[in-house]
């Protein structure tokens, strides 16, 4: 809004006012409720053409200015709207990367428990093929006990039949 370029475009409000004597006070206006002053104010009487004329000369004088600011205003807003589109659109995108990297780390944390998991496996089953080595080991030696077992009874039942043989046996009389 300029205030430099107000004397020559707007019309001279002195000269269009109307002699104050010679016309007929339409209108009485009281004095602003804001404005103060240690002298008492008079009633003015105030013509109601001269009034029209300064409203139409004020509006035309500051209107073209206040349309090029409520324009300027009106685009600085659609401006904004596509900025915080344009934001909104730039944090999506950094979430749904923040996102991408959780998805990778979790990836790889399932790797590695999958490789922890192999290696379980692994070590499940040399123990298994152990457990299933120290049960036939174990057989065999329980199976090689009975037959030495089994041995000695039978060498035993062998020296009882021999000295049962030995001992000298009465002889029959006939």
């Known amino acids: 809004m300029e205030v430099e370029g107000m004397e020559d475009k707007g019309p001279s409000f002195q000269s269009e006012l109307p002699d104050c004597q010679a016309t007929q006070p339409q209108q009485l206006l009281p004095p602003p409720p804001d ?4 002298t008492p104010v008079e009633n003015v009487y105030v013509d109601q053409k001269a009034v029209d004329k300064l409203a139409e000369g ?3 004088h500051y209107l073209p200015d206040l349309q090029n600011s409520k324009r300027a205003l ?10 915080l589109d344009t934001l909104d ?3 999506t995108k950094f ?9 990778n780390s979790l990836f790889t944390e399932a790797k590695v428990y999958q490789n922890k998991l ?8 040399l123990l298994h093929e152990k457990t299933t080595k120290l049960k036939k080991r174990a057989l065999k030696l329980q199976q090689q ?3 030495e077992l089994l041995e000695k009874e039978q060498q035993r039942e062998k020296e009882l039949e021999r000295e049962r043989q030995l001992i000298a046996k009465p002889a029959k009389r006939t």
Do not use: Y
């Not at 404005?35 to 240690?38: D, F, K, P, T, V």
């Not at 009106?74 to 900025?83: C, G």
């Open 35 to 38: 404005l103060q002053s240690s």
């Open 58 to 60: 004020f509006l035309s």
């Open 74 to 83: 009106q685009e600085l807003t659609q401006n904004q709207l596509i900025l």
């Open 89 to 91: 659109q730039e944090v």
């Open 95 to 103: 979430r749904e990367c923040n996102a991408l990297l959780d998805l």
């Open 118 to 125: 192999v290696n379980i496996r692994k070590e499940m089953i």
């Open 145 to 147: 006990k009975q037959k």
